[in-house]
């Protein structure tokens, strides 16, 4: 492990502001899976939890991707107060017992200019109002892919959808209510009213889903599997169609970002890289929604990495992926997808009760002086 020195300590007043902005980062089904161990020069990063959601975090990606969008957060967050985070990533996070060690260089200049983009930066699953990926938001994103060596992203104006694309993203979607062990999973991170959302502090409020409150109200009642086989059969799943076909065409477009070695250290790239361009569309009037199964799982696919639990019939909704992600994309043979996304003119900030919260710093710190080291 590399660090980096002269490295600074902070007083606790300075690291719990740095903490509120960082934990703002996005997580998979804002589980917010990230615990902090702060000895007053290093700030350790660990994992928690997963396993109630582990299907959803298959060979630990979505880890991976969120501890990415952790480190992209914490290092602009960094800069608000006159630091530079310096990461070392650890290669074997299970046998380490953490994901890493930040340490903070004094640093001067201004903030990164992203900065004000980190607390009001979404997932919008709205419709958007259209856009272009000639705009030169795009640009500076492409600009950003030189500091990240391992990743590519490719854009798509939504006039270059394919018909083969938008059906593959719609069955990836449709998938989430069809597969019982990752709808049982799914349920575990629904929260059903403002009330709930703000008392657990994690997942995501149903209503912004978009999927219909006559759902909500009958699924609510029993997160049970034979509930969303009834739904299923009464237009549930047309719904999901709908919405998923409507959502892309709203958009400028759709982004794919690959990776040229499936390593963990490439999907954090990868989603550090995905992160700054979320803030930078934010930061422009741009909204945005991944849609991660459809680039993950099809990589899975192709390698047959799929999880066994799955029904083959269920499995085989992936088996397309790779080849309509490169039709769709022009990948060569060599890039492994990570993170679909659309993104387009936001149609204005997002209701108050469906941003997402998080845990206080409190539940995710935790201060441990016998870890100073000199
Ligand atoms: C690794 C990862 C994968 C995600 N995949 C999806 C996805 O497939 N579809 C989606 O609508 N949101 C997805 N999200 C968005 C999260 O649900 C969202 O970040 C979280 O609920 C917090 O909300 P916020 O982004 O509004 O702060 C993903 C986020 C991460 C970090």
């Not at 702060?38 to 700030?43: F, V």
């Amino acid at each position: 492990m590399i660090v980096a020195s002269p490295s600074v300590t902070l007083a606790d007043s300075q690291l719990a502001p740095l903490l509120y902005l960082a934990t703002r980062a996005p997580s998979a089904g804002n589980m917010q899976p990230w615990r902090f161990r702060w000895g007053g020069t290093e700030l350790e990063i660990a994992g928690f939890g997963g396993g109630e959601i582990s299907a959803l975090d298959h060979e630990g990606r979505a880890s991976a991707l969120t501890l990415g969008g952790l480190l992209e957060y914490l290092a602009i967050a960094a800069t608000t107060v006159n630091f530079a985070a310096v990461i070392a990533l650890e290669a074997e996070p299970a046998k380490a017992g953490r994901w890493a060690t930040i340490r903070f260089q004094a640093r001067a200049g201004a903030p990164d200019p992203l900065a004000a983009a980190l607390m009001g930066r979404c997932t919008d699953r709205r419709d958007y109002r259209g856009g272009a990926v000639t705009d030169p938001v795009f640009a500076a994103i492409v600009d950003d892919c030189e500091q990240y060596p391992e990743c590519r992203l490719h854009l798509r104006d939504r006039s270059e959808y394919t018909d083969e694309l938008l059906a593959y993203v719609a069955a990836s979607e449709r998938f989430f209510w069809t597969c019982k062990p990752v709808q049982q999973q799914v349920m575990k991170v629904v929260r059903w009213s403002a009330e709930e959302a703000a008392a657990t502090r994690d997942g995501v409020l149903w209503k912004a889903l978009g999927l219909g409150s006559s759902a909500a109200h009958v699924l609510k009642r029993s997160r049970r599997w034979p509930v969303q086989l009834l739904l299923n059969r009464l237009g549930f799943l047309d719904a999901v169609d709908r919405l998923t076909y409507t959502a892309l065409r709203s958009a400028a477009g759709v982004g794919l970002i690959t990776v040229r070695r499936p390593a963990r250290e490439a999907f954090v790239a990868a989603a550090r890289l995905h992160t700054r361009a979320w803030l930078r569309l934010h930061a422009a009037g741009y909204a945005l929604q991944p849609f991660t199964g459809a680039s993950l799982y099809a990589a899975d696919a192709e390698t047959g990495r799929l999880p066994r639990e799955w029904p083959a019939h269920q499995r085989r909704v992936f088996a397309p992926g790779m080849a309509v992600l490169r039709r769709a994309f022009d990948l060569p043979p060599d890039e492994t997808p990570v993170w679909l996304f659309r993104a387009g003119r936001s149609p204005g900030p997002l209701d108050r009760a469906l941003v997402t919260h998080r845990y206080d710093i409190d539940h995710v710190l935790r201060h441990d002086r016998r870890s100073v080291n000199a």
